[in-house]
């Protein structure tokens, strides 16, 4: 099984509804990521979690929320949703102990805005 | 500010040949520099990493030196296979834990 599970791994949906992204890991990570990529434009951050209590906006936060459930959660949810958001996102963790750095990701979560 | 440029891809080669993906950056401070290679339908993977200057990461073949005074971190190896197709991101932090990525150079690897 995989470390860190993103779920739904696909999703199509229209403008203007309410989507969640979740991602839960195993790893026993305290800090986790939403990153979203972008052809041409590589990943890009959303939001991080250093503990459960700690929430920070990424470089393009707008139109985006996160909610830190527990350790192993970590869920980005879009308000309503945009064309403009199509995209695959990824959920990342990393641990304090290891080193600045060193993230593991999960396998993504295509999300299409029709 | 901080960022990663890549060359553009894809970069096409044959298996066995040399590969070299270039890579410099513009920091604050001594950032540590880092490659993360993504296969087809998977996230991201740490394939290398160097946290100071002349520092050199290497795994699976592919090695990486950190040039302070050049500001880059070029991949390489020396002969690369069908399997070594895939996405390969540099990035940097500045050292609080936030990666700042470059747009990605594709490899694609014939046989």
């Known amino acids: 099984d995989a470390d860190v599970t993103q779920t739904p791994r696909n999703r199509i949906t229209k403008t203007g509804k309410r989507i969640m992204l979740e991602c839960s890991q195993t790893?026993?990570?305290?800090?986790m990521y939403w990153y979203r990529q972008d052809p041409g434009l590589g990943l890009r951050l959303i939001y991080y979690?250093?503990?459960?209590?700690?929430?920070n906006k990424g470089e393009i936060s707008d139109g985006y929320s996160v909610s830190r459930q527990a350790q192993a959660k970590f869920s980005l949810s879009l308000e309503s949703a945009i064309p403009n958001q199509t995209a695959l996102y990824f959920c990342?963790?990393?641990?304090?102990?290891?080193?600045?750095?060193?993230?593991?990701f999960g396998e993504g979560s295509r999300l299409t805005v029709l | 500010g901080n960022s990663v440029t890549q060359m553009e891809g894809p970069v096409t080669l044959s298996e066995e040949a040399f590969l070299t993906i270039n890579c410099t950056y513009t920091?604050?401070?001594?950032?540590?520099l880092f490659w993360y290679v993504q296969y087809p339908g998977e996230g991201l993977q740490l394939l290398l990493k160097?946290?100071?200057?002349?520092d050199k990461g290497s795994n699976k073949g592919f090695e990486a030196t950190y040039r302070k005074e050049t500001t880059s971190f070029h991949l390489e190896k020396g002969s690369v296979q069908v399997s070594d197709s895939a996405v390969y991101f540099c990035?940097?932090?500045?050292?609080?834990?936030?990666?700042?990525f470059g747009t990605g150079t594709r490899l694609l690897v014939s046989p």
């Open positions: 990342a963790t990393s641990d304090r102990d290891r080193g600045a750095g060193e993230l593991f």
């Open positions: 790893k026993g990570h305290d800090r």
């Open positions: 979690s250093f503990d459960v209590k700690d929430i």
């Open positions: 920091a604050t401070g001594y950032p540590s």
């Open positions: 160097a946290t100071k200057a002349d």
């Open positions: 990035a940097l932090t500045p050292g609080f834990q936030k990666l700042v």
